[in-house]
């Protein structure tokens, strides 16, 4: 963070806080923080190809590779397979394209 974007920066920019403990070794605050959030944040070991593989799909769509990490996670933990999550992209690219009417038009006359 730059400090010229922090309100406060100037308060708090000559403290030295190199002896504080962690959120995980204070146990009220690591408490605070469980209850306040829905996020926890964890540190993991991940095969560097599979962060690669995140990070470039993160920049081809401007999006932020730990978002897109959660949500295949949350996917995976939900049972979804490969077909549901590619049946789900191309209907959102359909409707990007189409639009959600003309979609639903087109389909109502593949049928009928």
Request: aromatic share 6%.
């Amino acid at each position: 963070m730059k400090s010229s974007s922090d309100k406060i920066f100037e308060d708090f920019k000559d403290l030295d806080f190199a002896d504080a403990k962690t959120v995980a070794e204070t146990p009220h605050l690591a408490k605070l923080q469980a209850q306040s959030g829905r996020k926890t944040r964890i540190t993991m070991r991940i095969d560097t190809e599979v962060l690669a593989i995140f990070k470039a799909r993160a920049a081809m769509v401007r999006g932020n590779y730990q978002t897109m990490m959660n949500n295949a996670l949350k996917q995976f933990a939900q049972g979804l397979t490969l077909s549901d999550m590619v049946r789900e992209a191309v209907r959102e690219s359909l409707d990007a394209c189409l639009g959600k009417d003309a979609r639903r038009t087109g389909r109502k006359r593949a049928r009928g």
